[in-house]
């Protein structure tokens, strides 16, 4: 049963080692698979849309006017051509330079906020009539309001922008009169700071109800269609996003792709639209404030009822030591406290385990033809010595789950982006590459980082394996033998957090260990 209960553990990790190795290099994370329904969703050809969009002039007299927004929080441009965005920065997170994070560099193919009557967001190239200058919003100056109004044969539309100098929300209030419809996108490049980071899903995202649903887009071939209780739609990568939340009802919510570019937008028929433009860094607790469904942009996994709480209390070590890498070590040991117990229980079992294995090896001798009877004497013999054959690996099974949560924690909280820990060890989201890489030749492994801290880890379960009992079967410990290398080896690339999360387990188990040793063999006196 051990061996079962280890080829299960292993295979845990080769999957994680597996997506690690073909998901986080090649691709975006695999979109969730659609309801039936939600596929079969008729949407119209573009030649089939007859209602006629609103009139165009051909030749556009205004001049492109842009208008600068500076807060406390980020920078923007705003263009009078289609009352669009045109540039967006954070100040308060740096790349790699020490640069403000740029969420929009340039407007895309279609710019963010773009607005029309129909799919193809024809207002997009307009120009809009605009009496507002640049504001510079700080502590006393909370808030500012930028208006562009647009009117052509009968057809107006008014916008307002609302902005505020402590908050990345920006309010949007479109009043419409003489259009068929009203579409409305998030735009092509917004939101999107990182796109060559594929250990996460890029782009397109909405949430429908409590539903998460991403879109690949080299796997967008045909427009989506998601109508009711719709909450949010966004652009993302790792750490950022942009998203429009609707304050009033929306018809529909629709993906598609725009040449070589994914593109989704909402549709109404309301004559008056509000919207929240949230374009920022995905921080749970902030977007969690908001009671805007937004924390559900940080996607924790399968795991997640585990990864939450986990989260929150990582966080509030972190208010008292100050610095990741030692609430990671203080989560560590928190985490095993409820499990003492149940280790000491089990390192005593497997303790017994070892001791009866020579009257085990005879069972298995006398009974090799009798299948049932080997069964039955086997049972009791773990009956008359009081063991449980599953009892040394139920700790290890039991933290799966934390150590899959915890994975995800490091992989996308961006509370971890850049967050030092010591000495060689200044980003503890990313692997440790202090050695730097295995050649890009080396088969399956090439490429991975190589680093002080996964070697260390390694050591630790070699020293964690002398110490525990182990069985005669010479197979079983040949497998044994070999887990600490293979172990190694899959925690090159994981980020340095897990890596230290799982050498401090080592740790604390071979302190544990040794107690429970010495407990032993004081009793065997």
């Known amino acids: 049963m051990e061996k079962r209960a280890l080829i299960a553990i292993a295979i845990s990790f080769l999957i994680l080692f597996l997506y690690q190795l073909f998901f986080m290099k090649s691709e975006p994370q695999k979109s969730r698979q659609l309801p039936a329904k939600e596929k079969q969703q008729p949407i119209p050809a573009r030649h089939e849309v007859t209602k006629p969009g609103i009139p165009i002039p051909e030749n556009t007299t205004f001049e492109e006017k842009e208008i600068k927004i500076e807060t406390d929080l980020y920078s923007a441009i705003f263009t009078s051509r289609g009352a669009s965005l045109k540039y967006y920065a954070l100040k308060t997170y740096k790349d790699k330079n020490g640069e403000n994070v740029v969420l929009l560099k340039k407007p895309g193919l279609k710019p963010p906020l773009s607005i029309g009557s129909k799919e193809d967001l024809e207002l997009s190239d307009v120009n809009f009539n605009t009496y507002g200058k640049d504001l510079e919003l700080n502590k006393i100056d909370k808030t500012g309001t930028l208006i562009f109004e647009y009117s052509h044969e009968g057809s107006t539309l008014k916008r307002t922008y609302t902005f505020y100098n402590d908050s990345f929300k920006i309010d949007i ?3 419409v009169t003489g259009l068929p419809a009203y579409w409305i996108t998030v735009g092509t490049e917004f939101g999107i700071y990182d796109s060559k980071n594929t250990s996460v899903h890029i782009g397109p995202v909405l949430l429908k109800e409590a539903d ?6 080299q796997k967008l071939n045909e ?22 939340v609707p304050l009033t009802p929306m018809e529909e919510a629709r993906v598609w792709k725009l040449k070589d570019s994914p593109l989704i937008a909402f549709h109404s028929k309301q004559e008056i639209n509000n919207f ?7 921080e749970y607790d902030t977007l969690k404030a908001l009671n805007l469904g937004l924390e559900h942009i940080v996607d924790f996994g399968f795991f997640s009822i585990v990864a939450i709480p986990l989260f929150w209390i990582l966080k509030f070590f972190y208010t008292l030591v100050g610095n990741y890498g030692w609430a990671i070590i203080i989560l560590t040991l928190i985490v095993r406290i409820p499990f003492i117990p149940l280790v000491n229980k089990s390192q005593k079992s497997m303790k017994k385990m070892q001791e009866i294995q020579p009257k085990m090896a ?20 773990y009956k008359k010595h009081k ?11 039991l933290q799966i789950p934390i150590f899959f949560a915890l994975y995800k924690i490091l992989l996308i909280a961006i509370e971890l982006r850049n967050a030092p820990f010591m000495l060689w060890i200044k980003d503890l989201s990313a692997p440790d590459t202090m050695f730097g890489h295995i050649p890009s030749w080396f088969p399956l492994i090439g490429g991975f980082a190589v680093g002080p801290l996964p070697i260390l880890m390694g050591i630790t379960m070699i020293i964690q394996q002398k110490m525990t009992p182990t069985s005669l079967d010479p197979t079983q410990n040949k497998i044994m033998m070999l887990m600490p290398i293979i172990f190694t080896f899959l925690f ?6 897990l890596v230290l999360y799982w050498l401090m387990n080592n740790v604390f188990s071979i302190i544990q ?3 429970v040793n010495k407990k032993l063999a004081r009793e065997a006196v």
């Open 223 to 244: 427009q989506k269609s998601f109508h009711e209780n719709l909450k949010w739609i966004a652009q993302e990568d790792k750490y950022f996003f942009a998203s429009l």
């Open 173 to 175: 209030r479109d009043e």
């Open 513 to 515: 260990q040794f107690y």
């Open 276 to 282: 929240i433009l949230y374009a920022g860094p995905k």
């Open 362 to 381: 005879e069972i298995r001798e006398k009974y090799k033809k009798d299948p049932q009877r080997m069964q039955k004497e086997m049972m009791d013999l």
């Open 387 to 397: 063991v449980n054959p599953i009892g040394g690996c139920l700790p290890i099974l």
């Open 212 to 217: 998460r649903i991403e879109f690949n887009a």
């Open 492 to 497: 090159l690339n994981f980020a340095s957090g």
